[in-house]
């Protein structure tokens, strides 16, 4: 089969691709509705499908669609580990849980964020505690969303970002600009003030259905920066560090 067959082009043919490969999969499936504003005709939604043994104390978890548009591939790779057979081949005792478009607004609409504008990376913090400050932001905020974006405005702008490169580094320009923040409802990166919809769901869904779990490996899928097609693991483990 040609492998583009397991990816969409629009969140309703990926949620309709998911939930019957699922099914065919023999997997557990459940549906979380999205009571956000939807585009016509489209009913938003997150899916589960539990694979395996019902209290498996090995489990992988596969998500997808963090920041929504980035769905696209992980919908695709999800249904072609279901359609080809690969999640049938687990180790005994162990079982594999999916989620399928944990941002089911910003898949539906092709943006990276949540129904709020918020960047759902940022949102899993205790939101009881005062919020971490992003002082560089802070200072940069009106050139990363300038009000003006007029060809001069823009290239006013560009200018105050490039000059915090030149002195800071350009690391310390991009870290500024990506590390989440808190003070910004209609700005890049921003963090929400109380827990998504999505981050709610996602924790349901583990209640729910990994509580049995001793062992577990986590996968969350996404799209970004590199060479078309190439793969990149990134994770929090140190160098060296056991995976005990």
């Given at each position: 089969m040609n492998l583009s067959h397991y990816?969409?082009?629009?969140?309703?043919?990926?949620?309709?691709?998911?939930?019957?490969?699922a099914r065919e999969a023999g997997a557990r499936l459940s549906t979380f509705k999205n009571p956000a504003p939807a585009p016509s005709g489209v009913t938003l939604s997150t899916e589960s499908a539990w694979i395996g043994p019902s209290h498996a104390e090995r489990l992988l978890i596969v998500l997808s669609g963090t920041h929504g548009v980035e769905c696209y591939c992980g919908s695709g790779l999800q249904i072609g580990l279901l359609e080809s057979g690969l999640a049938a081949e687990r180790p005994d005792g162990t079982a594999i849980l999916m989620i399928h478009?944990?941002?089911?607004?910003?898949?539906?609409?092709?943006?990276?964020?949540?129904?709020?504008?918020?960047?759902?990376?940022?949102?899993?913090?205790?939101?009881?505690?005062?919020?971490?400050?992003?002082?560089?932001?802070e200072l940069l905020r009106d050139a990363i969303c300038p009000k003006d974006w007029s060809p001069a405005g823009q290239a006013a702008a560009n200018a105050i970002l490039d000059a915090y490169g030149k002195v800071n580094g350009e690391m310390a320009l991009q870290t500024a600009i990506s590390q989440g923040q808190y003070i910004d409802p209609a700005g890049l990166f921003f963090g929400g003030r109380a827990p998504t919809w999505?981050?709610?769901?996602?924790?349901?869904?583990?209640?729910?259905?990994?509580?049995?779990?001793?062992?577990?490996a986590f996968l969350d899928l996404h799209t970004g920066l590199g060479p078309y097609g190439v793969g990149e693991i990134i994770n929090n483990h140190l160098t060296g560090a056991s995976d005990g």
């Open positions: 990816f969409s082009s629009s969140f309703a043919e990926a949620q309709a691709k998911f939930r019957d490969a478009a944990i941002n089911p607004s910003g898949f539906a609409w092709t943006r990276r964020v949540t129904e709020g504008n918020v960047d759902l990376n940022r949102n899993f913090i205790d939101h009881k505690r005062p919020y971490p400050r992003n002082l560089a932001y999505s981050n709610l769901i996602f924790r349901e869904i583990l209640r729910r259905e990994a509580g049995t779990a001793r062992v577990v």
